[in-house]
T-cell receptor
Framework: DAGVIQSPRHEVTEMGQEVTLRCKPI?????LFWYRQTMMRGLELLIY????????DSGMPEDRFSAKMPNASFSTLKIQPSEPRDSAVYFC????????????????FGSGTRLTVV | AQSVTQPDIHITVSEGASLELRCNYS??????LFWYVQSPGQGLQLLLK??????LVQGIKGFEAEFKRSQSSFNLRKPSVHWSDAAEYFC????????????FGDGTTLTVKP
């Protein structure tokens, strides 16, 4: 398995531009999570999906951020318009279906997208 | 609400020395517990997990962790640290199967001295 795949690895954009980050979760995983990591704020959960349905988006900073999961193998995180304070590393993670028997609730993270807004 | 505390922001150990990273959680019942490692420029990688049963769990890269219910702790240990273990380590909990999402600690950065 290729793991969780994120693209692009690096993105530099000008303030006001639209940015789209992409994620392909591990096949068979039914939960997907978007995180943002900065030195100042650490690791922040932005939104997560179960079975392609958004469950908790309370971490999405503001209306400029939106996320979609049109099918089980693809998700996007969009920032429009982007601002310098959005500069961070954005991680996508996926997890298999929760079952009691094996407690396999661990996440598999992608390598992240480093976003720089100038 | 549940919380995870990693009391040590930064730890420095010499190569070959033993290591213990602390993690405390606040939750009424026994949650599911995890340790992740993040090397520079990489995503987080799962080291080990505690679900139930034996309170001493073994993970990858020679790490182990011990769950202590009385202390609400899940400390990570390694008998002999290698230079390649330098990274940031995160403790995480999932309170129950319905919670859905993990709560992560703020992380502990490990520096290994030659």
């Amino acid at each position: 398995d290729a793991g969780v795949i994120q693209s692009p690895r690096h993105e530099v954009t000008e303030m006001g531009q639209e940015v789209t980050l992409r994620c392909k979760p591990i096949s068979g995983h039914n939960s997907l999570f978007w995180y943002r990591q900065t030195m100042m704020r650490g690791l922040e959960l932005l939104i997560y999906f179960n079975n392609n349905v958004p469950i908790d988006d309370s971490g999405m900073p503001e209306d400029r951020f939106s996320a979609k999961m049109p099918n089980a193998s693809f998700s996007t995180l969009k920032i429009q318009p982007s601002e310098p304070r959005d500069s961070a590393v954005y991680f996508c993670a996926s997890r298999p279906k929760l079952t009691d028997r094996d407690g396999n609730y661990g996440y598999t993270f992608g390598s992240g997208t480093r976003l720089t807004v100038v | 609400a549940q919380s995870v505390t990693q009391p040590d922001i930064h730890i420095t150990v010499s190569e070959g020395a033993s290591l213990e990273l602390r993690c405390n959680y606040s939750y009424g019942a026994t949650p599911y517990l995890f340790w992740y490692v993040q090397s520079p420029g990489q995503g987080l990688q799962l080291l080990l997990k505690y679900f139930s049963g034996d309170t001493l769990v073994q993970g990858i890269k020679g790490f182990e962790a011990e769950f202590k219910r009385s202390q609400s702790s899940f400390n990570l240990r390694k008998p002999s640290v290698h230079w390649s273990d330098a990274a940031e380590y995160f403790c995480a909990v999932v309170p129950d199967t319905n919670a859905g999402k993990s709560t992560f600690g703020d992380g502990t950065t490990l520096t290994v001295k030659p």
